[in-house]
Structure formats: structure tokens, C-alpha cells
């Protein structure tokens, strides 16, 4: 594996200045997010595969094992405050359990049998997505899951550092970033990781696009838990109808926070007309907004 040879440039670095050790390891992140490009494809096809899957209000499930597994949760849980993805729609399967976040569980990622007792004990079905992160690509514990996420019809994307994997033969979709070898041997939290991060970083956000999740940019799905996601709120009514702030603030309260009602109802609908024309166009603002427009042209013309 790529991933786990030494590199002969760096066999010394223990030796090097320090100085010169930190550039060696800021180039070898440079060249970690460059290797993402060429799975470029691959990530947008993943997306609008588990776009439509999730359209069937499936779930979006991360599976992985040490610093692959913690990677793969911390993209997860962003995905509620940033995009409002219900936390009910997320589910995880981490190799020793969420414990093993903040204490390393390294003997867990052997145990297929504990992968494919977590995915039933979440009860995986047909309408899920599985995201498997593992930078070998061989990980016993991830290869299970996906395994087990196939047998019941999810969809499965896997994602690794190291060209012909098992866990890309598994997988209905691989997404591959060929980092190479570490500066320290073995160390995947390093290159792989970046790489991970920015691939899941990407995959996530494109998924949300393409739920409706954002329009014109703005994350117009965002939960409001703080004064200053407050003040951005107001800030994306304002833009997105239009209108000066204190009409904008008013309608997000009638909206109760919910920024896409929010805009509707800055321009003209009530708080039970903006939710029925979200509801109607499958909570896309884009079109709701459409709709609304329509509405209002043949209201002109009657």
C-alpha cells in the first residue's frame, strides 16, 4: 500500500531542522488536496446518486475507523448546523464505537462482525447512503460495512487513498485520492487525511446543493442557534427578497426562524402559504419561489 511505504526523502527527517521538516510536511499537504482532483468525477457522480436516493427521505450513513471514522463524523454533524439536515436523516457506524473519537480503539477496525452488527442495530435499509472512509482501503471493519450496506440495497460509496482497494471493489461508487507515501510512514492522519477531509468536505456540500439546501450561495437551510446566525439570517431575507431589515426581521419571526418561509413571506405569502409552497415543490426555495411568482402573475392578470 502507497499509503504505508517509507519515503525515501523523508527517511532523515528526524534529523532535518525543524524549519525545513515543516516545509517538507506543508508540501506534502499541498500535494494531498492536488490528488483530489482526479476523483473529481467520481465525487459528482457519488452526489447526485445520493442526492436521489436521499430524496426518498433515506439517511446519510458514515462508516469508517480510527482517524478515517472521526473525519467521516465530523463531516456529519456539521451537516445539521450548516444545512439542517435533520439529525433523525444521520446515522454512524465507527469502529469501537464513540468512544473511540477520543480514545484511540485501533484493535476495532479488525472486527467485521462488529460493522455488520452496527449497521443492523441502525437498521440500514434500501433508501440509505453509506459513505465508507478508509485511507488503506482495506480496513476490515469499513469493507464489512459496505458490504452489509449492499446486501440490503443502500447505496454505497467508498473512499480511500489507495488505487484498488477492497473497499473501492466494494463500494457501488469509489472515490479514490492516491496520496502516496506519508512524510511519517503510516501516517494517514496526515496526507490521507487532508485528503479525506477536503473529499467529504465536497461530497457533503454537493449532496446539500442538490437536496435544495442552498440557493444563490447562501445556506438558506442553516438552524439559527446563535445571535450572530441570527444577524446572517435577516441578512439572506434582505438579499434574497429584496426588502430593507426590519421588513426582513419580521418576516423571519412570522416564518418561526425558517429562512426560506422567511423570504416568502417578505414577499407577500403568509407563514402558512410560504410553508404549503415549500411543501409543494419539495422544499426547494428555487422553485417556490417560481411558484409564488407565477401565483402572483395570474393574480395581476385576473
Known amino acids: 500500500m502507497a499509503t504505508e511505504t517509507v519515503s525515501k526523502r523523508y527517511v532523515d527527517i528526524d534529523d532535518w531542522s525543524t524549519r ?17 482532483r482526479p476523483a473529481l468525477p467520481a465525487i459528482a457522480e457519488a452526489a447526485d446518486a445520493a442526492a436521489a436516493r436521499l430524496a426518498a427521505g433515506g439517511r446519510l450513513v458514515y462508516a469508517g475507523a480510527g482517524t478515517s471514522g472521526r473525519i467521516a463524523v465530523q463531516d456529519g454533524v456539521e451537516l445539521g448546523p450548516t444545512f439542517g439536515w435533520p439529525a433523525d436523516r444521520l446515522a454512524y457506524a465507527l469502529a469501537g464505537g464513540f468512544g473511540a473519537l477520543s480514545k484511540s480503539a485501533e484493535l476495532a477496525e479488525d472486527d467485521g462482525d462488529a460493522a455488520r452488527r452496527d449497521l ?56 479514490c485520492a492516491e496520496t502516496g507515501s506519508e512524510v511519517i510512514a503510516g501516517s494517514t492522519r496526515m496526507k490521507a487525511g487532508t485528503a479525506q477531509k477536503a473529499i467529504l468536505n465536497i461530497l457533503s456540500t454537493a449532496i446539500m446543493i442538490r437536496c435544495g439546501r442552498v440557493y444563490k450561495g447562501l445556506m438558506v437551510d442553516m438552524v439559527i442557534s446563535n445571535e450572530k446566525l441570527q ?50 415543490n419539495r422544499n426547494i426555495l428555487r422553485d417556490a419561489l417560481a411558484a409564488q411568482a407565477r401565483g402572483a402573475g395570474r393574480e395581476t392578470h385576473a
Open 231 to 280: 444577524a446572517r439570517a435577516v441578512a439572506m431575507i434582505e438579499r434574497l427578497a429584496a426588502v430593507d431589515r426590519s421588513r426582513a426581521e419580521a418576516a423571519l419571526e412570522a416564518a418561526g426562524g425558517d429562512i426560506k418561509a422567511g423570504v416568502l413571506c417578505a414577499l407577500g405569502a403568509t407563514p402558512d402559504e410560504a410553508l404549503a409552497l415549500l411543501e409543494e
Open 120 to 175: 443492523d442495530d441502525i437498521a440500514m435499509r434500501e433508501s440509505d447512503v453509506l459513505v465508507g472512509v478508509a485511507a488503506s482501503g482495506r480496513t476490515p471493519y469499513t469493507v464489512a460495512a459496505v458490504e452489509r450496506a449492499n446486501a440490503v440495497g443502500a447505496l454505497t460509496i467508498g473512499v480511500s487513498n489507495n488505487g484498488g482497494a477492497p473497499l473501492l471493489a466494494a463500494a457501488q461508487i469509489g472515490i
Open 20 to 36: 525545513n521538516a515543516v516545509e517538507a510536511m506543508f508540501e506534502g499537504q499541498l500535494s494531498a488536496v492536488a490528488a483530489v
